[in-house]
């Protein structure tokens, strides 16, 4: 994960659970100073074909994820300017702005880290303590992949479905967010498929099973058990 984004995220997460109600709780020093950059990719576009196609990932990060991160400048500078006349109410407007750019931002920013090429660390299966939390949460990794691509395909409209760990058990989960609603509170998020038609439509154009299968190939386990372990 980019610095930028470790700088960023602590506040931008308590922006989120704040909401509109709270304005002040995310017009803080450090929160309004820092700003949001595309994180760098480990691969080039064409790495993950034939799964997801260079013209895909392009697009996806060049364009999609691109805007995401100007939203959330803009809204941070309209934060900044506001809390320096005192208008809080003004500052509280861009809580929506928050939640839907910073939400992108870090769901693409973790997601880029979910994916590998499938001739490099990317697809198989996960190993060590996340294969034996799959194991004993889901009953396998197969299981798991089922339940994950039935969760993506029950999304309407445009989310994400996560594999997440709860903070206080350490149980594994799967949960979908609207949007780019993103994992807040005990939830840590480990590992996120975007279900938007960007991620696939020019590739897989209506057949989204055929994409939610075949991510799997290219998945980075080593990164989700980074997560898991943390």
């Known amino acids: 994960m980019s610095s930028t984004l470790l700088r960023t995220a602590p506040a931008l997460r308590a922006a989120m659970r704040a909401g509109a109600s709270r304005p002040a709780t995310f017009a803080t020093t450090s ?12 691969y080039d576009f064409g790495a993950l074909e034939p799964y997801i ?4 990932m392009e697009l ?10 100007n939203g959330l400048n803009s809204a941070l500078a309209t934060i900044a300017e506001a809390e320096s006349k005192g208008d809080f ?6 809580a929506p702005l928050i939640n839907f750019h910073g939400g992108g931002h870090l769901n693409h920013t973790l997601f880029w880290e979910n994916l590998a090429p499938a001739s490099r660390e990317g697809g198989g299966e996960p190993a060590g303590g996340l294969k034996s939390a799959i194991n004993e949460d889901f009953g396998s990794v197969d299981t798991l992949r089922k339940q994950m691509n039935t969760a993506l395909a029950g999304i309407q409209g445009s989310g994400w479905a996560w594999l997440v760990k709860d903070k206080a058990t350490g149980t594994l989960s799967i949960v979908t967010r609207a ?16 279900a938007w038609e960007h991620a696939y439509y020019l590739q897989y154009q209506n057949r989204k099973a055929e994409y939610f299968d075949a991510i799997w190939n290219v ?4 990164t989700v058990a980074k997560r898991f372990e943390n």
């Open 89 to 94: 109410t003004k500052a509280a407007s861009q």
């Open 53 to 56: 196609s260079a013209e895909i």
């Open 31 to 42: 929160f309004v100073r820092t700003k949001a950059t595309l994180p760098d990719l480990s």
């Open 179 to 194: 949007n780019q609603d993103p994992v807040t509170g005990n939830l840590a998020p480990l590992l996120g498929i975007d």
């Open 219 to 222: 998945v980075n386990w080593k």
């Open 60 to 69: 996806h990060y060049s364009k999609h994820h691109q805007t995401y991160v």
